[in-house]
Structure formats: structure tokens, C-alpha cells
Nanobody, 123 residues
């Protein structure tokens, strides 16, 4: 059973930055992909970014490309989401999730989820 714990959310002004972290428990990380998703009340969970924990290939939603960076530190069993140039529309609860390779953008394909962390961007 894989466990995921997110941290790093908070309140920031538009144009600011935040870094989210997701610590994962499995040692067999090389067969997994990690994704970040976000969700607002009454809306579908939206893909943000994903990374292959083995080769490090990354994938981004069009809305986050160029502003967000996903990176892994396998020695620390942690994946990061660096979020720059934040906009009010980035406000949401952010979740990290894991699945066996390959990385996908569909939240329904992910098997393990963290508890979520709130990101709020004020205008």
C-alpha cells in the first residue's frame, strides 16, 4: 500500500510562488508515475502535471506549462511541484497521486491519493 502526504499549500498573492511537496512511502518507485491534480467544489479533478519516477519524463497541462515545474528527488521519496506566476484561477485543493507507469492525465487511472492541500491565490 502506497501512502502519500502533501504539504506546502497556502495563501499567496497573484504573481507569487509556492512549492508543494508530496512524500511517498514505497521503495519500488521506479515502476510508478506521480501526478498532481487540482479540484474546486463542484468541478472535476483537473490534471496539472505528471512525472515518470524512473526516467523523469514530465508532462504538463496547457494551463500550467511554463509556470509550473514538477521534479522528483528519489533519494528523499518526494515529488515537488514548483508553482510560479500564480493566478487567481490556480486556486484549488491540490492532490498528488500515484499509478503504475506510464504517466497519464486522467485522474481515474491513478490508484493512490494524498489528502490534498489548499492553494489560494488572491488578486
Amino acid at each position: 500500500q502506497v501512502q502519500l502526504v502533501e504539504s506546502g499549500g497556502g495563501l499567496v498573492q497573484a504573481g507569487g510562488s509556492l512549492r508543494l511537496s508530496c512524500a511517498f512511502s514505497t521503495r519500488t518507485f521506479s515502476v510508478y508515475a506521480m501526478g498532481w491534480f487540482r479540484q474546486n467544489p463542484g468541478k472535476e479533478r483537473e490534471f496539472v502535471a505528471a512525472i515518470n519516477l524512473s526516467g523523469g519524463s514530465t508532462y504538463y497541462a496547457d494551463s500550467t506549462k511554463g509556470r509550473f515545474t514538477i521534479a522528483r528527488d528519489n533519494a528523499k521519496n518526494t515529488v515537488y511541484l514548483q508553482m510560479n506566476s500564480l493566478k487567481p484561477e490556480d486556486t484549488a485543493v491540490y492532490y498528488c497521486a500515484m499509478k503504475l507507469l506510464p504517466a497519464r492525465t486522467n485522474a481515474r487511472e491513478y490508484d493512490y491519493w494524498g489528502q490534498g492541500t489548499q492553494v489560494s491565490v488572491s488578486s
